[in-house]
């Protein structure tokens, strides 16, 4: 377990794009490596369809749990986009014209857009927010991302999403980083290794120590990541099982396998 | 929304790797994909680490929520490994020697890998499963997965997964399949066609119409799917999306945007 007085984050991933198979998710995988680095270790994931009961319900679950909510998904300009006015419900809060989005957005249609495309009513549903947002910035297509309470909403399209997460990083208070070490042993297999690695992990009981078998067009192994919060920690526990490794006949190589 | 009489599927992903960012997530799409196809809509997913209290808590919140629930991960030798006995946990029943896997698993070891590997006890945890357990073939790498009341308990590694879902499958009854048809617009702007399109989902109802936008590096769009169990109705919809794009000014391609 991670150590337990690092902040923890929930991710919501609001969209039936990713439920139909539609979309391959490329959000978890960059949220969590960023939020381990600031210590605010991911730990539960969340995929719901864009329908406003089970949006509330479960902003309002998670929010009480985590100490950090982040949303992907669901704050565009069309009708299955409901995300902000699900956070405002589940807030209890109205959903009104944010000025500060509204100025940015306003001022951007009528100047670099003007002529080839308008402030309508539908952009203007993302200016539209639960009150008492704050801005997230989005430098990419200009409609904001916000926080509310420890709910961090913000757009789905990754590289959208990505400079939302650049803007909002700096405003987290995390705690000590995640750090991992690691090695892994080509041609040893995992259930070999397990009796040993059981015991060395309930010596470091502060860290995670994962198992993970690998198959790769040149060959098959096993890696073992320790990741916590005290990289002396990760350090010397990779360091025994690098030795049990050699003592059950493998050749370890530091670090994770080349993919 | 789907057709309510569809059964519906929940898919929980045990294990840190996902949450910590070193795994990218590749069942998602893979299950989400193969679910519609046999009428068993995904309609959330929850990725959770690996701690028995969570793990507990979450089978038996989910199974009674949903007609089907998906697990990956945790089925493996090591002491991270623990879905099997979490889910004996959840469902009250004992934990215990599997005597169709226990006899599959100990032949494998025996004739097969004579010499080379043996089935010591950290193997052994692989065939010890709930009382109760229907078994899940693996031609991969023999050591099964199973069912229990509504839990189709899987392995993680994706192509081991693939292979038990490919043996699971035939013993699921789905409803009618989740077709999808789709249009896309090169350069129309998803803010333009937002309104127009929330008058064709209000007319059909029993359909998802998702709407896309997408950038490429050969240029942006934004596509528009309808999803459900009726082709026709999917059809008709995509048939007026695509007259709402063309008096919108775009030049409408039938399908998905090619990737």
């Known amino acids: ?77 069309t009708h299955d986009d409901i995300t902000s006015e699900c956070v405002a419900a589940a807030f209890g809060v109205p959903w009104e014209r944010h000025p500060e989005a509204w100025e940015r957005m306003a001022r951007y249609y009528a100047e670099t857009r003007g002529g080839i495309a308008e402030f309508n009513p539908a952009r203007q549903r ?30 789905g399209v990754p590289r959208i999403m990505r400079s939302m997460f650049d803007s909002l990083a700096p405003r987290l208070a995390g705690g000590p980083p995640i750090v991992s070490v690691a090695v892994h042993a080509p041609g040893l297999p995992e259930g070999r290794i397990a009796e040993g690695l059981a015991a060395i992990q309930a010596r470091y009981a502060a860290l995670d120590l994962g198992s993970y078998p690998y198959y790769r067009s040149n060959g098959n192994g096993v890696a073992i990541v320790a990741k916590g919060s005290d990289p002396a920690a990760a350090t010397a526990a990779i360091a025994e099982v690098t030795a049990l490794m050699t003592r059950l006949g493998g050749t370890p190589i530091q670090g994770e396998p080349p993919t």
Chains 1, 2 share one sequence.
């Open 126 to 155: 993302m200016a539209t927010m639960p009150r008492g947002a704050a801005l997230i910035d989005n430098e990419i297509s200009i409609a904001p991302g916000f926080t509310l309470g420890n709910v961090h909403v913000m757009a």
């Open 1 to 77: 377990m991670p150590d337990p007085t690092n902040p923890t984050a929930c991710l919501l991933i609001i969209g039936n794009e990713v439920l139909s198979g539609r979309t391959q998710d490329a959000n978890i995988k960059f949220l969590a490596t960023r939020l381990g680095e600031i210590g605010i270790p991911l730990r539960e994931v969340r995929v719901i369809p864009d329908v406003a009961e089970t949006i509330i319900a479960t902003v309002n679950e998670v929010r009480a749990r985590f100490d950090h909510v982040f949303t992907t998904g669901g704050i565009g300009p």
